[in-house]
């Protein structure tokens, strides 16, 4: 704890006991656990928005976590650029809370360095820049010399750039926690500190049992915010967050006579090599870092009496990084340590919070692993405020959405992913780069085969899955880099293999959503809100939230006409089940099958010959038309056959159990031995998808969109009533402000990765959501939204791709095959 802190938390333990002697009421509208930045913002946003019987419930004293030990350093930038938008709303909103509470935040808005000592580091910081010309975030180079001028004690002869961002600064964490609590109050919140939780159970007719030591709160919704305790908390609803306290160091400095005598605050900064952030505190300076070696704290569970206590520092962990530090402000190693801080705070398996209602529960929501409190509190409140209130949140929080994980994330993964996270929190990550950690979670039938056949394989929603083929396993693999790599050429010939003969890619990565019963075409009619199939065909349709928003491009197939199977993403799978079963009717059964069906989907123009060595079915394009499906026999297994494709060719899925994935793929490769039959991977795909302008979930098609903007209305029936049906006939009157473009790119051994800004005449009017190499046509292209204005075939914008701008082309047609003769043939 610092010295200003220190005093703050003197300060605000003696105004605490407002809450001791209160009773609590019996019902509320909601409850929150736990009593740091985040659940007391909570609190604030909720009261603020309309909920009066909104009660905050704290085991010890507001703070007694993570929260009064926190730096309370803030900065805007994440490596998700939604987040980014809410942690500069969290930083503009201390004004507020301290205008409206009467309690100091302590806010210093010094503005603060992102610094590069390398030019790897200077392209990263050139990728956030980029980003922020669209989000609107103050950003700004500067040279060398001014890093000197606005910070004496840093020694610029070490960097080869630095960012400005005017947004960042520092607070005081106790402050900032009361200020959000007492703001509440100012709209009916309340809290009761002293007040632990010791059991939480769902009531028949899906309110909750809050029981405490002091009585028990009826509820109707539940709000996890346990912070160190997340995970003892969930053990009380039978839930398992994967999420990890992990041990964190900072030092603070004694007087060093260049601060005291500045006349002004200094700025924070950020030095990535070196690992460390630091800050001006009182007439020192406050430097921290994330230890190379990170040490996980109470794996087994945080101890209940555990509450403002620090642990002893291991200085020996940092050391290495002291040394760089004190290389770089050389006055760091001149002066002495008075405090060194050792205190645990709670990180999730990406290093982003969990937030938002939980999958397979009715009124359970949760806010935890936020370890960046101080910049993502604000905005973690208000997304989950908005999200409990209006059904859902105003931006695509998907970077934070608790049902991106699914019961594959078990408590021993999330240590070793929070871990790894942990050691990387400066560390970039490369758009070709996958992590060594936490692997081999899910695996299919044919994941030995394949590394055998020299698959790099990538991890998605816990499944290893093939991102392209070297020529043997000591083959296979790249060096992390933000240009083309090494796999260009094995996924050119991949790609070469589908255009002029035959290859076959993996699907258990995909997402099956089974629906069955007499009530199952009319619900899916309702939710849906393109055209539902007949019995033995396929359509594609979007699925709209009720305010008009993208929540699915999903591929219905009619088994019969009481029984359903969706295909989609399968990062999305655990939220469309949360979305699927919140108010599922009595005449149908749901469940989510992902598991349960693997497969291999064939494409190119030799795909219906090899199918047809391998299955007793008719598959001769009159036989068996695009968009036809079936339930029949290939390769010897039981399968559903589905006559659609992916890649713009010519294609099949074949969907079978798990245990016939094998023979199904001998099958295949024997079948296809003689018609140049190759494996591909995820990366071949995304480059064919580009060709056609088909967008991806998680990219081009999210919450952020409509179906206007994105071209998905085309899919839509408007001649039925669906959810969000209002919403989009009012968007689609009123025109989309931006639409979905995709754009070929001048440009040469590189490529977009995505969130790069799109400009016209030096203003950005939108944003890259994927991109790469097109190998069938040759050429580097993007997707992305652009203003209405801009987005006009044939007009040429800019793209900016580390730092500098090129030529981007708006298309009027897909690149490839533009009439789909290839695939419908």
Same mark, same amino acid.
């Given at each position: 704890?610092?010295?200003?802190?220190?005093?703050?938390?003197?300060?605000?333990?003696?105004?605490?006991?407002?809450?001791?002697?209160?009773?609590?009421?019996?019902?509320?509208?909601?409850?929150?656990?736990?009593?740091?930045?985040?659940?007391?913002?909570?609190?604030?946003?909720?009261?603020?928005?309309?909920?009066?019987?909104?009660?905050?419930?704290?085991?010890?004293?507001?703070?007694?976590?993570?929260?009064?030990?926190?730096?309370?350093?803030?900065?805007?930038?994440?490596?998700?650029?939604?987040?980014?938008?809410?942690?500069?709303?969290?930083?503009?909103?201390?004004?507020?809370?301290?205008?409206?509470?009467?309690?100091?935040?302590?806010?210093?808005?010094?503005?603060?360095?992102?610094?590069?000592?390398?030019?790897?580091?200077?392209?990263?910081?050139?990728?956030?820049?980029?980003?922020?010309?669209?989000?609107?975030?103050?950003?700004?180079?500067?040279?060398?010399?001014?890093?000197?001028?606005?910070?004496?004690?840093?020694?610029?002869?070490?960097?080869?750039?630095?960012?400005?961002?005017?947004?960042?600064?520092?607070?005081?964490?106790?402050?900032?926690?009361?200020?959000?609590?007492?703001?509440?109050?100012?709209?009916?919140?309340?809290?009761?500190?002293?007040?632990?939780?010791?059991?939480?159970?769902?009531?028949?007719?899906?309110?909750?049992?809050?029981?405490?030591?002091?009585?028990?709160?009826?509820?109707?919704?539940?709000?996890?915010?346990?912070?160190?305790?997340?995970?003892?908390?969930?053990?009380?609803?039978?839930?398992?967050?994967?999420?990890?306290?992990?041990?964190?160091?900072?030092?603070?400095?004694?007087?060093?006579?260049?601060?005291?005598?500045?006349?002004?605050?200094?700025?924070?900064?950020?030095?990535?090599?070196?690992?460390?952030?630091?800050?001006?505190?009182?007439?020192?300076?406050?430097?921290?870092?994330?230890?190379?070696?990170?040490?996980?704290?109470? /794996?087994?569970?945080? @101890?209940? &009496?555990?509450?403002?206590?620090?642990?002893?520092? =291991?200085?020996?962990?940092?050391? $290495? %990084? !002291?040394?760089?530090?004190?290389?770089?402000?050389?006055?760091?190693?001149?002066?002495?340590?008075?405090?060194?801080?050792?205190?645990?705070?709670?990180?999730?398996?990406?290093?982003?919070?969990?937030?938002?209602?939980?999958?397979?529960?009715?009124?359970?929501?949760?806010?935890?692993?936020?370890?960046?409190?101080?910049?993502?509190?604000?905005?973690?409140?208000?997304?989950?405020?908005?999200?409990?209130?209006?059904?859902?949140?105003?931006?695509?929080?998907?970077?934070?959405?608790?049902?991106?994980?699914?019961?594959?994330?078990?408590?021993?993964?999330?240590?070793?992913?929070?871990?790894?996270?942990?050691?990387?929190?400066? /560390?970039?990550?490369? @758009?070709? &780069?996958?992590?060594?950690?936490?692997?081999?979670? =899910?695996?299919?039938?044919?994941? $030995? %085969? !394949?590394?055998?056949?020299?698959?790099?394989?990538?991890?998605?929603?816990?499944?290893?899955?093939?991102?392209?083929?070297?020529?043997?396993?000591?083959?296979?693999?790249?060096?992390?880099?933000?240009?083309?790599?090494?796999?260009?050429?094995?996924?050119?010939?991949?790609?070469?293999?589908?255009?002029?003969?035959?290859?076959?890619?993996?699907?258990?990565?995909?997402?099956?959503?089974?629906?069955?019963?007499?009530?199952?075409?009319?619900?899916?009619?309702?939710?849906?809100?393109?055209?539902?199939?007949?019995?033995?065909?396929?359509?594609?349709?979007?699925?709209?939230?009720?305010?008009?928003?993208?929540?699915?491009?999903?591929?219905?197939?009619?088994?019969? &006409?009481?029984?359903?199977?969706?295909?989609?993403?399968?990062?999305?799978?655990?939220?469309? %089940?949360?979305?699927?079963?919140?108010?599922?009717?009595?005449?149908?059964?749901?469940?989510?099958?992902?598991?349960?069906?693997?497969?291999?989907?064939?494409?190119?123009?030799?795909?219906?010959?090899?199918?047809?060595?391998?299955?007793?079915?008719?598959?001769?394009?009159?036989?068996?038309?695009?968009?036809?499906?079936?339930?029949?026999?290939?390769?010897?297994?039981?399968?559903?056959?589905?006559?659609?494709?992916?890649?713009?060719?010519?294609?099949?899925?074949?969907?079978?159990?798990?245990?016939?994935?094998?023979?199904?793929?001998?099958?295949?490769?024997?079948?296809?031995?003689?018609?140049?039959?190759?494996?591909?991977?995820?990366?071949?795909?995304?480059?064919?998808?580009?060709?056609?302008?088909?967008?991806?979930?998680?990219?081009?098609?999210?919450?952020?969109?409509?179906?206007?903007?994105?071209?998905?209305?085309?899919?839509?029936?408007?001649?039925?009533?669906?959810?969000?049906?209002?919403?989009?006939?009012?968007?689609?009157?009123?025109?989309?402000?931006?639409?979905?473009?995709?754009?070929?790119?001048?440009?040469?051994?590189?490529?977009?990765?995505?969130?790069?800004?799109?400009?016209?005449?030096?203003?950005?009017?939108?944003?890259?959501?994927?991109?790469?190499?097109?190998?069938?046509?040759?050429?580097?292209?993007?997707?992305?939204?652009?203003?209405?204005?801009?987005?006009?075939?044939?007009?040429?914008?800019?793209?900016?791709?580390?730092?500098?701008?090129?030529?981007?082309?708006?298309?009027?047609?897909?690149?490839?095959?533009?009439?789909?003769?290839?695939?419908?043939?």
């Amino acid at each position: 704890m610092t010295d200003d802190n220190l005093v703050q938390s003197t300060l605000n333990k003696q105004t605490d006991d407002s809450s001791r002697g209160k009773p609590l009421p019996s019902h509320a509208k909601a409850v929150i656990i736990g009593g740091g930045v985040v659940g007391c913002s909570i609190l604030f946003h909720l009261s603020k928005f309309g909920w009066k019987d909104v009660i905050l419930l704290e085991r010890n004293e507001l703070t007694s976590g993570s929260s009064w030990h926190a730096a309370g350093q803030i900065h805007t930038i994440s490596s998700d650029p939604n987040i980014s938008r809410l942690q500069s709303y969290t930083i503009g909103l201390y004004k507020e809370i301290e205008e409206l509470s009467g309690q100091s935040v302590g806010l210093h808005m010094t503005g603060g360095f992102y610094l590069a000592s390398n030019k790897t580091w200077y392209d990263y910081l050139k990728r956030e820049r980029s980003k922020a010309r669209y989000m609107g975030l103050h950003q700004e180079w500067i040279d060398l010399k001014e890093i000197a001028d606005r910070h004496p004690l840093i020694d610029p002869k070490h960097y080869y750039a630095a960012l400005w961002d005017d947004q960042d600064g520092d607070l005081d964490p106790s402050g900032t926690t009361y200020a959000f609590a007492k703001a509440a109050r100012t709209f009916g919140g309340q809290y009761f500190t002293h007040t632990p939780v010791i059991g939480t159970t769902m009531r028949p007719d899906g309110q909750w049992e809050v029981k405490t030591e002091r009585g028990t709160v009826i509820a109707e919704h539940v709000v996890n915010c346990g912070g160190l305790w997340a995970r003892e908390v969930g053990h009380m609803a039978g839930l398992n967050f994967p999420v990890q306290p992990m041990e964190h160091h900072y030092l603070i400095t004694d007087r060093i006579d260049e601060i005291a005598n500045a006349g002004r605050r200094l700025p924070c900064g950020i030095d990535y090599e070196a690992n460390i952030y630091f800050r001006q505190e009182r007439d020192g300076m406050l430097l921290g870092t994330y230890e190379p070696v990170g040490t996980p704290w109470k /794996v087994g569970g945080t @101890p209940w &009496e555990f509450g403002h206590e620090l642990l002893p520092p =291991k200085l020996e962990n940092i050391a $290495d %990084r !002291l040394e760089l530090a004190f290389e770089r402000v050389p006055a760091l190693a001149e002066a002495g340590i008075k405090d060194a801080i050792n205190g645990p705070f709670t990180f999730g398996p990406d290093g982003n919070p969990m937030i938002g209602p939980v999958p397979g529960m009715r009124n359970y929501w949760c806010a935890v692993g936020v370890m960046a409190g101080f910049c993502q509190g604000g905005g973690v409140g208000l997304t989950l405020a908005e999200w409990m209130i209006d059904g859902e949140p105003s931006i695509d929080v998907w970077a934070m959405d608790v049902a991106r994980f699914g019961d594959w994330a078990t408590p021993d993964w999330g240590t070793v992913k929070s871990t790894e996270n942990y050691e990387r929190r400066f /560390v970039m990550t490369f @758009p070709n &780069e996958t992590l060594p950690k936490g692997r081999l979670q =899910k695996t299919t039938a044919l994941y $030995d %085969r !394949l590394v055998a056949k020299g698959a790099r394989m990538g991890q998605g929603f816990g499944l290893e899955n093939a991102l392209w083929f070297a020529d043997g396993p000591e083959d296979a693999h790249e060096e992390p880099t933000f240009e083309r790599n090494r796999s260009h050429d094995y996924v050119a010939r991949e790609v070469k293999a589908v255009q002029e003969a035959v290859g076959g890619i993996e699907i258990a990565n995909f997402a099956k959503h089974e629906f069955k019963g007499a009530g199952a075409r009319a619900y899916l009619d309702r939710i849906l809100a393109g055209y539902v199939p007949k019995p033995g065909r396929l359509t594609l349709t979007p699925m709209l939230t009720p305010k008009g928003r993208l929540y699915g491009d999903l591929t219905v197939a009619c088994l019969a &006409e009481d029984h359903f199977m969706l295909f989609g993403s399968g990062a999305m799978q655990e939220a469309h %089940r949360r979305w699927f079963t919140r108010d599922l009717p009595a005449d149908l059964t749901y469940a989510n099958v992902s598991d349960d069906w693997h497969g291999i989907a064939l494409s190119g123009p030799k795909s219906r010959a090899l199918l047809q060595r391998i299955t007793r079915e008719d598959v001769s394009v009159e036989a068996f038309k695009f968009r036809d499906l079936r339930q029949t026999f290939v390769g010897g297994v039981p399968v559903i056959l589905n006559r659609i494709s992916f890649s713009g060719e010519l294609g099949y899925e074949i969907y079978c159990k798990p245990q016939y994935l094998l023979r199904l793929a001998e099958a295949v490769e024997e079948a296809g031995a003689d018609l140049g039959y190759r494996w591909y991977g995820a990366r071949a795909l995304m480059s064919m998808r580009l060709e056609k302008g088909w967008g991806v979930w998680t990219l081009e098609f999210r919450p952020d969109f409509n179906a206007v903007e994105s071209g998905m209305d085309a899919f839509i029936n408007w001649n039925k009533d669906f959810v969000g049906k209002a919403a989009a006939e009012e968007q689609r009157a009123k025109g989309p402000a931006r639409k979905l473009v995709t754009m070929v790119i001048e440009v040469d051994g590189i490529d977009v990765s995505g969130d790069e800004a799109v400009l016209q005449d030096g203003a950005a009017v939108g944003y890259v959501s994927s991109g790469g190499y097109a190998h069938r046509t040759g050429q580097s292209m993007a997707m992305g939204y652009v203003a209405t204005e801009a987005a006009t075939p044939g007009t040429v914008l800019s793209v900016e791709i580390l730092g500098e701008m090129y030529p981007a082309t708006i298309l009027g047609a897909p690149a490839y095959d533009p009439n789909g003769g290839n695939m419908r043939g």
